[in-house]
């Protein structure tokens, strides 16, 4: 696990194809390393603007990431097939603290799992500037995460739209496609 903080743009970019079937997993990103104060990265957490059948985070404990602080979002992906699993994003290493990204996760590209169906596949989305999840693309999974709530999931951590709002989830084009599952 590494600590990446404190960088004027992204903290970790994969731009080529070159970058599919990665794993990126039990670090601290935007993040002191406690996972408890906030050493904000200028732009997103974690970009992938290129690759696909990528893995953040795991369902074991020791492949959560910290993903929290960051100006920009927490994760973006651009393309598709990727999965986010088992992370704390916009919440400290505590699971309830709130460190908010601007937005959790953004998804522009097609076909990514946020989630999934072990309960170690959950992430904790929470205390966001914006969105937990703004979803843009098609084929979406995002499956049994706790958001706007911490990992005990009865605490209020909310997210917020910019007008104040609370927004967990958004989703907008491909919206026939997506599917929200609880369990």
């Not at 076909?111 to 169906?117: A, C, M, R």
């Not at 951590?157 to 989830?169: F, H, K, M, Q, R």
Request: contains cysteine.
């Amino acid at each position: 696990g590494l600590v990446l903080n404190g960088f004027h743009s992204n903290a970790i970019v994969m731009y080529t194809s070159n970058t599919d079937n990665c794993k990126i997993e039990g670090n601290f990103i935007g993040t002191d390393p406690t996972g408890m104060t906030a050493v904000q990265n200028g732009g997103d957490g974690i970009s992938i603007l290129a690759g696909i059948g990528d893995l953040i985070g795991g369902t074991a404990p020791e492949s959560r990431n910290v993903i929290s602080g960051n100006r920009g979002n927490g994760v973006f992906i651009n393309l598709g097939s990727s999965t986010v699993a088992g992370n704390f994003i916009g919440v400290g290493a505590d699971g309830h603290t709130p460190i908010k990204n601007g937005t959790g996760i953004y998804l522009a590209g097609s076909g990514n799992t946020i989630g999934g169906t072990d309960v170690g596949a959950r992430n904790i989305i929470s205390g966001n500037d914006n969105e937990g999840i703004a979803a843009h693309g098609s084929n979406q999974v995002i499956q049994s995460n706790y958001i706007a709530t911490d990992a005990t999931g009865t605490m209020d951590v909310g997210n917020a739209n910019p007008d104040g709002t609370s927004a967990g989830i958004t989703i907008s084009g491909g919206a026939p496609t997506n599917n929200i599952l609880v369990g």
